[in-house]
């Protein structure tokens, strides 16, 4: 068993103690029983091939609504939930959720649709993801190539043995990896060659400047051509206008998800949006570059 940081972590409460740190303390408090507690929910953000318009995956997302402080941000707690060594138990029972709502798309006959779960660079580099894995997809009996794990450029910098080691026995089992927000870290395109990765994510400040600012474009560009020579496939993410969405598709951009086609949505509407989505497509192959 690897070492959990923070998990005998105490605190200790003295009358100086600011507002923040008291905010602070509170939020842990309720994020340890949030997960016995049911809090936690998962939404769905279709990602659309950008030729044909179909729905080819989600991105699952973690929400976590709590009756005291409502909903809060993944930006928020998933940091915290690190550092008080709860994202494991959190991820676990996120993994099984996802895949099985996966499965659930096969069995109710939406087709091939794909799954993708991020992985915190912290959560990656406790212990036993590997085993969450396999344990995840036997006990669902998902197929591993229907599910994509979001790594961190940032996790891929660290440059470690044990790092790319890991993410070579995680690819073995048939598992898609795909660099989530890529541009942001400091990685050079060509570095990526030596690493195994399937998928390159650009980062949507990218795509939301793109238009504007020709460094952006350029970088996006230049993102799409050089992911293509490694044979990556290239998915662009924060799509939120068709303008955005015809320039990716022209430039050869394989995948997109954002608001543009549809925000995060729970499990039943997501269903809804693909059962939609794939009938008008049936009927109006023009209807490609539809809103939703
Ligand atoms: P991310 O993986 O880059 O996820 C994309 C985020 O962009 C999501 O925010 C999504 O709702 C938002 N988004 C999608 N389309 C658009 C768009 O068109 N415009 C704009 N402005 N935003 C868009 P969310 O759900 O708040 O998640 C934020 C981050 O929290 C995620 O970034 C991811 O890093 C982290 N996160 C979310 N769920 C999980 C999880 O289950 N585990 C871990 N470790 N991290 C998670
Ligand atoms: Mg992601
Ligand atoms: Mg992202
Ligand atoms: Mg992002």
Same mark, same amino acid.
């Given at each position: 068993?690897?070492?959990?940081?923070?998990?005998?972590?105490?605190?200790?409460?003295?009358?100086?103690?600011?507002? /923040? =740190?008291? #905010?602070?303390?509170?939020? =842990?408090?309720?994020?340890?029983?949030?997960?016995?507690?049911?809090?936690?929910?998962?939404?769905?953000?279709?990602?659309?091939?950008?030729?044909?318009? *179909?729905? !080819?995956? #989600? $991105?699952?997302?973690?929400?976590?609504? %709590?009756?005291?402080?409502?909903?809060?941000?993944?930006?928020? @707690?998933?940091?915290?939930?690190? *550092?008080?060594?709860?994202? /494991?138990?959190?991820?676990?029972?996120?993994?099984?959720?996802?895949?099985?709502? =996966?499965?659930?798309?096969? +069995?109710?006959?939406?087709?091939?649709?794909?799954?993708?779960?991020?992985?915190?660079?912290?959560?990656?580099?406790?212990?036993?993801?590997?085993?969450?894995? $396999?344990?995840?997809?036997?006990?669902?009996?998902?197929?591993?190539?229907?599910? !994509?794990?979001?790594?961190? *450029?940032?996790?891929?910098? !660290? %440059?470690? *043995?044990?790092?790319?080691?890991?993410?070579?026995?995680?690819?073995?089992?048939?598992?898609?990896? +795909?660099?989530?927000? @890529?541009?942001?870290?400091?990685?050079?395109?060509?570095?990526?060659?030596?690493?195994?990765?399937?998928?390159?994510?650009?980062?949507? +400040?990218?795509? =939301?400047?793109?238009?504007?600012?020709?460094?952006?474009? !350029?970088?996006?560009?230049?993102?799409?051509?050089?992911?293509?020579?490694?044979?990556?496939?290239?998915?662009?993410?924060?799509?939120?206008?068709?303008?955005?969405?015809?320039?990716?598709?022209?430039?050869?951009?394989?995948?997109?998800?954002?608001?543009? @086609?549809?925000?995060?949505?729970?499990?039943?509407?997501? /269903?809804? @949006?693909?059962?939609?989505?794939?009938?008008?497509?049936?009927?109006?192959?023009?209807?490609?570059?539809?809103?939703?």
């Amino acid at each position: 068993q690897a070492k959990q940081a923070g998990r005998n972590t105490f605190r200790f409460f003295t009358p100086a103690m600011d507002a /923040r =740190a008291q #905010a602070r303390s509170r939020l =842990a408090d309720e994020l340890a029983g949030a997960l016995e507690g049911e809090e936690f929910h998962l939404v769905f953000q279709p990602l659309v091939d950008l030729k044909t318009g *179909e729905v !080819t995956a #989600a $991105e699952t997302l973690l929400r976590w609504h %709590n009756r005291y402080l409502g909903v809060v941000s993944p930006e928020q @707690f998933v940091p915290l939930a690190e *550092e008080l060594g709860l994202i /494991r138990p959190i991820g676990e029972w996120l993994l099984m959720a996802a895949c099985h709502e =996966a499965l659930r798309w096969q +069995s109710l006959g939406l087709g091939d649709i794909g799954v993708a779960v991020n992985i915190s660079p912290r959560q990656f580099q406790q212990g036993d993801i590997l085993q969450i894995i $396999e344990r995840a997809l036997s006990e669902s009996g998902l197929e591993p190539r229907l599910l !994509t794990i979001e790594i961190t *450029e940032g996790l891929l910098l !660290t %440059n470690s *043995e044990e790092v790319i080691a890991k993410l070579e026995s995680i690819r073995a089992l048939g598992v898609t990896l +795909s660099v989530d927000d @890529f541009g942001t870290g400091y990685s050079s395109l060509s570095y990526l060659k030596t690493l195994p990765v399937d998928v390159l994510k650009i980062d949507r +400040s990218f795509i =939301a400047d793109m238009l504007d600012n020709l460094d952006d474009a !350029t970088l996006v560009d230049a993102i799409i051509a050089m992911g293509h020579s490694m044979r990556l496939e290239v998915v662009a993410e924060g799509i939120e206008t068709e303008d955005q969405l015809v320039y990716l598709a022209e430039h050869g951009c394989n995948s997109g998800q954002g608001y543009h @086609f549809s925000p995060p949505l729970s499990p039943g509407r997501f /269903r809804d @949006f693909v059962l939609s989505r794939s009938s008008s497509n049936a009927s109006s192959p023009s209807q490609v570059f539809d809103s939703c």
